[in-house]
């Protein structure tokens, strides 16, 4: 069973950053897929971001430009650099992991294990 605990959520005003971060209690994270996804109230979870355990990087239009995923595999971590926020961001963001060998990293289906989720609130 692999534990995701994600932090760094809080309140923002429109136009500023936040960092989360996803620590993994694992001792195989390397070998993980991690992406973010995120739920506003009254609407389904929405993709963000992912990174695939090579490295390689997919990001949602909404994030693009605004938004960076990285990789710490020393430390376990997996950390999301969100800039320019915007009142939409507003949600509960949950980081996942996935062991698949072949992945749609857009599809919620395609993680193993999720986090309890951290609020993030943008205002105007």
């Known amino acids: 069973q692999v534990q995701l605990v994600e932090s760094g959520g809080g309140l923002v005003q429109a136009g500023g950053s936040l960092r989360l971060s996803c620590a993994a209690s694992t001792r195989t994270f390397s070998t993980y897929h991690m992406g973010w996804f995120r739920q506003a109230p009254g609407k389904e979870r929405e993709f963000v971001v992912a990174?695939?355990?090579?490295?390689?990087?997919y990001y949602a239009d909404s994030a693009k430009g605004r938004f960076t995923i990285t990789r710490d595999n020393t430390k376990n971590t997996v950390y999301l650099q969100m800039n320019s926020l915007k009142p939409d961001d507003t949600a509960v963001y949950y980081c996942a992991e996935s062991t698949r060998a072949t992945m749609t990293f857009s599809a919620p289906g395609s993680y193993a294990y999720w986090g309890q989720g951290t609020q993030v609130t943008v205002s105007s």
């Open positions: 990174v695939s355990w090579s490295g390689n990087t």
